[in-house]
DNA sequence: TATGAAAGGCTTACTTT
DNA sequence: AAAGTAAGCCTTTCATA
């Protein structure tokens, strides 16, 4: 699907605040609000925009804190990759999951209410995923920004 | 604020659909239409829900590619923490920034339309930041799962 | 693309528990 | 104090031009 400069702008609001009505919209984009209620739908259609999520404030569900993994698997053993990634994205903990460059495979963010159950977590991953030679752990101090806002002007 | 079993059931459902209607969320949660709005109202005015955004599809929106950076900065210079934080959270192409346990002290995660533009980000975070001794980089090379959506239940 | 009518969801006030 | 019910209002949607 093809984006002019109004789906962009659009999208970029979008993605501030989905819960903007289209009469808001139009305040900032040079369309009639139906006009932007069309494109929205079509951008919703076409899998422009994925889903519509609310943001939860981690302080208020208990302080989860958030675990950033560093994974390292066997790659002789392909076979065992997509049974890993099924893992993963089963895995409600496990917010984010990358498969990078370099030497560490995998880079994962899991958020878990306490070390015990992210030990937990963990144990059951190398468990259940042979291939899993070891991983590293960063807590998250801080979270300074969080967002999946895409840079779209 | 305190968090029943009934609002967690409803943030979670609207963590993965924030446009639901307050019907369709009393099919899954044993309350009333009108007083699934109620609590919702009051969980956006106390900040438990942070806000609601978009998620655009990265393919759609010219294939950005997501780079993982580990920033290591001298700690011996607390006093430019903050403006790198403002820096951080100021930049668009920032998606995520994490300050971190271990000997490297920040990890950030960076959308960017190609290696041009990254670097270029990066050039000016090292440049407008002199505490920052060096970084390394990966790239994500597939996106398994990504989501903001912390374990409530 | 814009306009107007119809539908549907949200807000509010009120009643009940 | 909090849930259910009902009315009014606003937003969205759809048909028409």
New binding site residues.
């Given amino acids: 699907m093809e984006l002019d400069r109004f789906d962009r702008q659009l999208l970029h609001l979008v993605q501030q605040d989905s819960a903007q ?3 808001r919209l139009a305040e900032q984009v040079p ?5 932007i ?2 494109r929205l ?1 079509k951008l919703r259609e076409n899998g422009v925009i994925l889903r519509d999520t609310a943001i939860v404030d981690p302080a208020a569900a208990g302080r989860p804190t958030l675990y950033l993994v560093s994974l390292e698997v066997e790659t002789e053993r392909p076979e065992l990759q997509k049974p890993l990634h099924q893992w993963l994205a089963a895995e409600e903990c496990i917010q984010q999951a990358f498969y990078v460059t370099g030497q560490a495979d995998y880079r994962l963010i899991v958020s878990a209410p306490d070390t015990q159950t992210f030990d937990a977590i963990m144990e059951r991953l190398v468990r259940d995923n042979p291939h899993v030679k070891r991983f590293s752990t960063n807590v998250a101090l801080k979270i300074i920004k969080q967002s999946l806002a895409l840079p779209l002007l």
């Fill in positions: 009505t289209a009469e369309l009639s609000p139906s006009a209620q069309r739908k």
